[in-house]
């Protein structure tokens, strides 16, 4: 430190903007140091380890010399001289290419002042400093993506093209003038984005309460749009109901995928595709809605809700977060005087017939099945459906016991739906389908579907999931119509008759519940022996009854997982492990 100078010039080691306050302040044994920024927290941690060292031990002393000798003498520091003509920007990206690692934003600030010799300073200090104190590292590489997808019409492949494709943009930027009035409207855009990450700071109750709802959602796809939707608000465009009338299409989009099945896939690609349909119009919820559902049938029509909320696993749907986010908006349409506080409530999702069956809810089941099905089958396929789910916070409580015993406990709720559930006199497949049957009208209404007058083949997604979800069973494994037609959403004869009469991926390792070989043969394979040998040589194990090993066997829970990227066992099992069926 040169006590002689003045101002910044006083230290020999000055950080960037962003930490020099702190920094300073440390330095000069200012009592407001160690905030609550990188530099604080930094100098807090080390103080405090330092602390720990303070004992009646001698060799307290010892730590401290030893501390002192490696700061001083091991810590080493490297000085770049830069000469007057030199950018130093420049030299810093150079840097890069010998290992240091920088995010996407780091690399953009760089390329942007080192185009910005004359104003950079002002620059910084006026636009690109606040926009960097608004977010977090990865907010802000989000943002300069938005940018590159609202005013370039760009789609980045991945996330760490986004440097090299604003570059290019900012290329062709010849003036420190022109470059200005891009940083200006990207910091324009970043005021906009805060709101979106923080719907409470939203002044307008109505678009607050609607972004409020996306921001539960969790779905960085909605991104793009929401953003899109925002700046034409902000140009007077659009009003606040039309702003939250689109936010809510584009909820609902989102909601009903995940209701059928359909899965994030192609989400991306699709909502982005949204954004730069909106170039050419005022963004509306009509305009939204028609755009939606001309993309090939991926916005779900009310009768494929309906069917997915009677006989989908809605349990092993999407994130945990945003199942919980369906049930409590299903909670709020139900209407009550009494308002429930949720975010306090420590709410989950609870089974009414619970996932393990017990003697008592399996003699319920009995009075239930069809002469060809079995209690298990019948408890498979209701169980993870959602009129068997509701928000509890007696989660431990309700557990396996009987109905009756869970019965007196809802009737204590705070919860419309509990309410309703408790004045059942018995919970079997009929109590469920007719509660399925409620929420699925309910569910329509909160979230509308796709416009009626565009003709979309329904065939077409349900077809698609399938293929889907058959090209996700691994090699070696093995498994059964049910849980095809239980993932997919799709009825079991459904299932069997595409197997039969079209080309499908995977379509050998469907067999029957027992292991066995269907006497109907999937597309390309000529007979049972043909089908047991393609199986037999990518590792599934069959015992001398002709019957694949269950260990070998893939079910809905480990299929769904492996279909939503959730990390599971798909090894064939080792020899010592067989238990046919």
């Given at each position: 430190?040169?006590?002689?100078?003045?101002?910044?010039?006083?230290?020999?080691?000055?950080?960037?903007?962003?930490?020099?306050?702190?920094?300073?302040?440390?330095?000069?044994?200012?009592?407001?140091?160690?905030?609550?920024?990188?530099?604080?927290?930094?100098?807090?941690?080390?103080?405090?380890?330092?602390?720990?060292?303070?004992?009646?031990?001698?060799?307290?002393?010892?730590?401290?010399?030893?501390?002192?000798?490696?700061?001083?003498?091991?810590?080493?520091?490297?000085?770049?001289?830069?000469?007057?003509?030199?950018?130093?920007?420049?030299?810093?990206?150079?840097?890069?290419?010998?290992?240091?690692?920088?995010?996407?934003?780091?690399?953009?600030?760089?390329?942007?002042?080192?185009?910005?010799?004359?104003?950079?300073?002002?620059?910084?200090?006026?636009?690109?400093?606040?926009?960097?104190?608004?977010?977090?590292?990865?907010?802000?590489?989000?943002?300069?993506?938005?940018?590159?997808?609202?005013?370039?019409?760009?789609?980045?492949?991945?996330?760490?093209?986004?440097?090299?494709?604003?570059?290019?943009?900012?290329?062709?930027?010849?003036?420190?003038?022109?470059?200005?009035?891009?940083?200006?409207?990207?910091?324009?855009?970043?005021?906009?984005?805060?709101?979106?990450?923080?719907?409470?700071?939203?002044?307008?109750?109505?678009?607050?309460?609607?972004?409020?709802?996306?921001?539960?959602?969790?779905?960085?796809?909605?991104?793009?749009?929401?953003?899109?939707?925002?700046?034409?608000?902000?140009?007077?465009?659009?009003?606040?109901?039309?702003?939250?009338?689109?936010?809510?299409?584009?909820?609902?989009?989102?909601?009903?995928?995940?209701?059928?099945?359909?899965?994030?896939a192609g989400n991306n690609v699709m909502l982005i595709d949204l954004v730069r349909s909106l170039d050419d119009e005022v963004p509306s919820a009509q305009s939204v809605t028609r755009t939606l559902t001309h993309q090939r049938g991926r916005f779900p029509t009310d009768e494929m809700v309906r069917e997915a909320i009677l006989e989908h696993p809605f349990y092993w749907r999407g994130k945990p977060y945003q199942k919980e986010f369906v049930l409590r908006c299903l909670e709020e349409g139900i209407g009550r005087n009494e308002k429930i506080d949720f975010d306090s409530s420590n709410l989950s999702i609870e089974h009414i017939l619970p996932q393990s069956l017990t003697p008592d809810w399996k003699t319920d089941l009995e009075h239930d099945i069809n002469p060809e099905g079995t209690v298990e089958e019948l408890h498979e396929t209701i169980v993870h459906t959602l009129g068997?789910?509701?928000?509890?916070?007696?989660?431990?409580?309700?557990?396996?016991?009987?109905?009756?015993?869970?019965?007196?406990?809802?009737?204590?709720?705070?919860?419309?739906?509990?309410?309703?559930?408790?004045?059942?006199?018995?919970?079997?497949?009929?109590?469920?389908?007719?509660?399925?049957?409620?929420?699925?009208?309910?569910?329509?209404?909160?979230?509308?579907?796709?416009?009626?007058?565009?003709?979309?083949?329904?065939?077409?997604?349900?077809?698609?999931?399938?293929?889907?979800?058959?090209?996700?069973?691994?090699?070696?494994?093995?498994?059964?119509?049910?849980?095809?037609?239980?993932?997919?959403?799709?009825?079991?004869?459904?299932?069997?008759?595409?197997?039969?009469?079209?080309?499908?991926?995977?379509?050998?390792?469907?067999?029957?519940?027992?292991?066995?070989?269907?006497?109907?043969?999937?597309?390309?394979?000529?007979?049972?022996?043909?089908?047991?040998?393609?199986?037999?040589?990518?590792?599934?194990?069959?015992?001398?009854?002709?019957?694949?090993?269950?260990?070998?066997?893939?079910?809905?829970?480990?299929?769904?997982?492996?279909?939503?990227?959730?990390?599971?066992?798909?090894?064939?099992?080792?020899?010592?492990?067989?238990?046919?069926?």
């Amino acid at each position: 430190m040169n006590e002689f100078a003045d101002h910044v010039e006083r230290y020999t080691l000055v950080p960037t903007q962003l930490d020099r306050d702190s920094w300073i302040k440390l330095v000069e044994r200012d009592p407001a140091a160690g905030g609550e920024d990188g530099i604080g927290n930094a100098y807090r941690f080390f103080k405090g380890q330092l602390e720990e060292l303070i004992d009646d031990d001698s060799n307290s002393r010892d730590w401290y010399q030893s501390i002192e000798k490696v700061a001083v003498g091991k810590l080493s520091f490297v000085e770049i001289s830069a000469q007057p003509g030199d950018n130093v920007y420049r030299i810093f990206e150079s840097l890069n290419n010998t290992g240091l690692k920088l995010t996407q934003a780091d690399l953009l600030r760089n390329y942007l002042f080192m185009r910005l010799p004359i104003a950079g300073e002002r620059i910084y200090g006026r636009y690109w400093l606040p926009m960097q104190k608004l977010f977090d590292e990865q907010q802000l590489v989000d943002l300069i993506w938005l940018d590159l997808v609202i005013k370039r019409g760009g789609r980045p492949t991945n996330q760490h093209s986004i440097y090299r494709d604003q570059q290019r943009h900012l290329s062709g930027l010849e003036s420190e003038s022109e470059i200005e009035e891009w940083v200006s409207e990207l910091y324009r855009m970043a005021l906009v984005f805060r709101r979106i990450l923080h719907p409470d700071e939203e002044n307008n109750t109505t678009i607050g309460k609607a972004l409020d709802r996306l921001h539960r959602w969790k779905a960085k796809v909605v991104y793009p749009v929401a953003l899109k939707v925002m700046l034409a608000y902000e140009d007077r465009l659009v009003d606040p109901d039309g702003v939250a009338d689109i936010l809510r299409v584009v909820e609902s989009y989102m909601v009903r995928q995940m209701l059928i099945g359909m899965g994030r896939a192609g989400n991306n690609v699709m909502l982005i595709d949204l954004v730069r349909s909106l170039d050419d119009e005022v963004p509306s919820a009509q305009s939204v809605t028609r755009t939606l559902t001309h993309q090939r049938g991926r916005f779900p029509t009310d009768e494929m809700v309906r069917e997915a909320i009677l006989e989908h696993p809605f349990y092993w749907r999407g994130k945990p977060y945003q199942k919980e986010f369906v049930l409590r908006c299903l909670e709020e349409g139900i209407g009550r005087n009494e308002k429930i506080d949720f975010d306090s409530s420590n709410l989950s999702i609870e089974h009414i017939l619970p996932q393990s069956l017990t003697p008592d809810w399996k003699t319920d089941l009995e009075h239930d099945i069809n002469p060809e099905g079995t209690v298990e089958e019948l408890h498979e396929t209701i169980v993870h459906t959602l009129g068997n789910l509701t928000l509890s916070a007696y989660n431990g409580s309700l557990s396996n016991k009987p109905f009756a015993a869970k019965k007196h406990i809802l009737a204590g709720s705070g919860l419309a739906m509990n309410l309703r559930i408790a004045k059942e006199d018995r919970w079997g497949a009929a109590e469920i389908k007719k509660r399925g049957e409620e929420l699925a009208d309910l569910a329509i209404t909160i979230w509308p579907g796709p416009d009626d007058t565009v003709k979309v083949d329904p065939v077409s997604p349900k077809l698609a999931l399938a293929r889907k979800v058959l090209s996700e069973i691994p090699s070696g494994r093995w498994t059964n119509y049910l849980v095809i037609a239980q993932v997919a959403g799709i009825h079991r004869r459904t299932v069997s008759k595409w197997i039969e009469e079209l080309s499908l991926p995977n379509s050998h390792r469907v067999l029957k519940s027992d292991g066995s070989i269907p006497a109907k043969l999937p597309t390309g394979v000529t007979d049972s022996g043909e089908q047991l040998q393609i199986l037999r040589s990518e590792g599934v194990i069959f015992g001398g009854n002709g019957r694949a090993s269950k260990k070998c066997h893939i079910g809905m829970v480990d299929l769904l997982k492996i279909i939503e990227g959730v990390e599971g066992d798909d090894s064939p099992p080792s020899q010592g492990e067989l238990d046919f069926a």
